[in-house]
């Protein structure tokens, strides 16, 4: 029997040490913080990364000093602004996004953010538009259409280089992946992040794990 101490935290709690991990160590500018604030003004989801998830981000972009990088869903060009942070000067991000109006407010923001001389936004179906680049790159990173997320990855495994990194946003699905009675809607789409979970986890050709910051960083070497 185990005698660990059980991980789970009031949501209080939970929220508290999101918190403190930013105030410690997560540096948003504030043309960063703008984004956020104006999306809901805008009209867009606000279903943009937490800035303790950019950071990851922008941390794991130059852990593994990725140069070329694609990401699937630019929305407002938040998570955007974080992996540029995280690229040299002549390194490049291309960002896929279906929605016109979105990939228009994402350039306005990466202006202001002064990063998008290292971005170039793909408007479209990200499984269409894929097909048109060639890589190899050093990091993908998904935050798409969740159904779309296996299609994502196998295109990733196949464009990513030996020792690069595939990472996926909302592995948790907020909570839903474990939740014994989602509703309908998220069962859904926890049911395709479940799929896409599992699926990470067995293929041989990564060596993965979830990074539980927000709502679950996927994070899969390719070996
Ligand atoms: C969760 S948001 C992305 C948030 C963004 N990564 C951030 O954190 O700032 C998902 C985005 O994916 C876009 N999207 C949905 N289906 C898509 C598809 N098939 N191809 C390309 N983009 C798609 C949506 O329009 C939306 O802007």
Known sequence: ????????????????????????????????????????????????????????????TRLIQARQVV?????????????????????KLITLELDQRHAQIARENLDANRVSHKVDILVGDAAQNLKTLNG???LVFIDADKEGYEVYLEWAINHVRKGGLITAHNAFQHGNIVAKMPTPHRANSAKYIDAFNRRVAADKR????????GDGLVAAMVL
């Open 1 to 60: 029997m185990s005698h660990r101490p059980h991980l789970v935290f009031e949501p209080e709690i939970q929220d508290a040490l999101s918190q403190y991990i930013v105030e410690l160590y997560v540096d948003e500018t504030d043309a960063q913080r703008q984004i956020s604030e104006k999306t809901a003004i805008q009209g867009l989801p606000q279903i943009d990364l937490r800035a303790e998830e950019g950071w990851m981000l922008m941390f794991l």
């Open 71 to 91: 990401e699937i869903g630019t929305l407002a060009g938040y998570s955007a602004t974080w992996i540029a942070r995280g690229l040299p000067d002549d390194g």
């Open 136 to 138: 190899p790159f050093d």
């Open 206 to 213: 990564l060596l993965s794990t979830i990074i539980p910051v």
